[in-house]
């Protein structure tokens, strides 16, 4: 438990007594409710606010929801569960849906039409949601884990472990991505949405580093950062406390990168026939059916078959650089410094003691 000083507290200890000890001071305590206000405040309300301020946080934060919410539909029109399998919300996409070819809007029951096998267009990109948004995730989280600890941990200690970090970040950016992933999917032929993800971004972490690695060599100089080696804090604590927090801006950016990489290369892996499919489930084999079976290139009456798959991938693009874009206020210490002055000045301006001045 911590105690603090109240103002008249210190305002007391101020005045002397004839003996020349300090007046008699109040004591608070606080409580530990009142310290996770504190950090709820100061780590997530303002955080918050601030970034909700930007108009671009808005609509790229109600995409990416609406995604995640499409990946919960299908998640809970395919459950097994006792409960959930009375649920069904959008069936799976199944041949003899509706009538095969059926164009955009020509049957509201199929607003975004059928496939050639009368598949649901609709059902197909709401049921390949939950293994894109798996991929993302589990490809975008190792990317910037292996990138946010060779690249701080070579800039921050220096000296050999960084020349044996920098030098193993040099010869991953050295090997084509894509030839890479195509050769490692071949001879993998990987079934698990995590364990594609990872292996399409697999050297993607390298260029990440090097970029980290350049802002912690700027950062280690600044005073605050010499006054914590100076006081003998460890070196984990420094990262945590003084190196991480202004590399964030980075780490979001690039975690968007590494998230559209994703997204790009698994639809072109399944486009091209790489990796190996069932049924319908990526947007990348609604793309290579429609270009096999329907010669959707070459037939005007098939084309919606490619764009509709595609509408997707750039809307959820999109969502993610916006959100991205927006989130950059949560770290620019200019735009945060005048959002708390605007703050600062709302709250004088409704404070009656002010009221009373004027």
Same mark, same amino acid.
């Given at each position: 438990?911590?105690?603090?000083?109240?103002?008249?507290?210190?305002?007391? #200890?101020?005045?002397?007594?004839? #003996?020349?000890?300090?007046?008699?001071?109040?004591?608070? &305590?606080?409580?530990?409710?009142?310290?996770?206000?504190?950090?709820?405040?100061?780590?997530?309300? &303002?955080?918050?606010?601030?970034?909700?301020?930007?108009?671009?946080?808005?609509? #790229?934060?109600?995409?990416?929801?609406?995604?995640?919410?499409?990946?919960?539909?299908?998640?809970?029109?395919?459950?097994?569960?006792?409960?959930?399998?009375?649920?069904?919300?959008?069936?799976?996409?199944?041949? #003899?849906?509706?009538?095969?070819?059926?164009?955009?809007?020509?049957?509201?029951?199929?607003?975004?039409?059928?496939?050639?096998?009368?598949?649901?267009?609709?059902?197909?990109?709401?049921?390949?949601?939950?293994?894109?948004?798996?991929?993302?995730?589990?490809?975008? @989280?190792?990317?910037?884990?292996?990138?946010?600890? @060779?690249?701080?941990?070579?800039?921050?200690?220096?000296?050999?472990?960084?020349?044996?970090?920098?030098?193993?970040?040099?010869?991953?950016?050295?090997?084509?991505?894509?030839?890479?992933?195509?050769?490692?999917?071949?001879?993998?032929?990987?079934?698990?949405? @995590?364990?594609?993800?990872?292996?399409?971004?697999?050297?993607?972490?390298?260029?990440?580093?090097?970029?980290?690695?350049?802002?912690?060599?700027?950062?280690? &100089?600044?005073?605050?950062?010499?006054?914590?080696?100076?006081?003998?804090?460890?070196?984990?604590?420094?990262?945590?406390?003084?190196?991480?927090?202004?590399?964030?801006?980075?780490?979001? @950016?690039?975690?968007?990168?590494?998230?559209?990489?994703?997204?790009?290369?698994?639809?072109?892996?399944?486009?091209?026939?790489?990796?190996?499919?069932?049924?319908?489930?990526?947007?990348?084999?609604?793309?290579?059916?429609?270009?096999?079976?329907?010669?959707?290139?070459?037939?005007?009456?098939?084309?919606?078959?490619?764009?509709?798959?595609?509408?997707?991938?750039?809307?959820?693009?999109?969502?993610?650089?916006?959100?991205?874009?927006?989130?950059?206020?949560?770290?620019?210490?200019?735009?945060?410094?005048?959002?708390?002055?605007?703050?600062?000045?709302?709250?004088?301006?409704?404070?009656?003691?002010?009221?009373?001045?004027?």
């Amino acid at each position: 438990m911590r105690v603090k000083r109240t103002d008249d507290a210190r305002a007391d #200890g101020d005045a002397r007594t004839d #003996g020349g000890m300090f007046a008699r001071s109040e004591i608070t &305590e606080v409580t530990r409710k009142q310290r996770f206000g504190e950090w709820f405040s100061e780590s997530i309300a &303002e955080p918050a606010r601030i970034a909700w301020s930007d108009w671009r946080t808005k609509i #790229g934060l109600s995409i990416i929801l609406l995604f995640l919410l499409m990946g919960l539909v299908a998640w809970v029109s395919a459950s097994t569960w006792w409960l959930l399998d009375r649920l069904v919300l959008i069936e799976p996409p199944i041949s #003899g849906q509706g009538h095969p070819r059926l164009q955009p809007l020509e049957d509201m029951s199929h607003p975004l039409g059928t496939d050639m096998n009368g598949r649901d267009m609709i059902s197909g990109i709401v049921h390949a949601t939950p293994t894109m948004i798996q991929m993302i995730l589990a490809g975008a @989280v190792f990317t910037i884990i292996v990138a946010t600890i @060779v690249g701080t941990v070579a800039g921050y200690k220096g000296g050999r472990t960084e020349t044996v970090l920098m030098t193993l970040s040099d010869v991953a950016m050295t090997i084509p991505g894509l030839p890479l992933v195509i050769v490692l999917v071949v001879l993998i032929e990987p079934q698990s949405p @995590v364990l594609i993800g990872i292996i399409i971004t697999i050297n993607v972490w390298a260029g990440i580093a090097r970029t980290i690695h350049s802002q912690v060599l700027s950062l280690r &100089e600044n005073a605050y950062v010499e006054a914590s080696r100076t006081m003998g804090i460890g070196t984990r604590s420094i990262i945590q406390k003084d190196i991480l927090p202004n590399l964030m801006p980075y780490v979001l @950016v690039n975690f968007v990168y590494a998230s559209r990489r994703v997204i790009y290369d698994s639809v072109a892996l399944y486009f091209l026939g790489f990796l190996s499919f069932r049924g319908v489930e990526n947007w990348g084999v609604m793309m290579n059916l429609a270009y096999e079976n329907a010669s959707a290139l070459l037939n005007p009456n098939a084309t919606y078959m490619l764009l509709v798959p595609m509408m997707p991938i750039v809307i959820l693009s999109f969502g993610l650089m916006l959100f991205a874009q927006g989130t950059d206020r949560l770290f620019n210490p200019r735009v945060r410094t005048r959002h708390e002055g605007e703050t600062k000045t709302e709250d004088d301006d409704t404070d009656p003691m002010t009221q009373v001045a004027q």
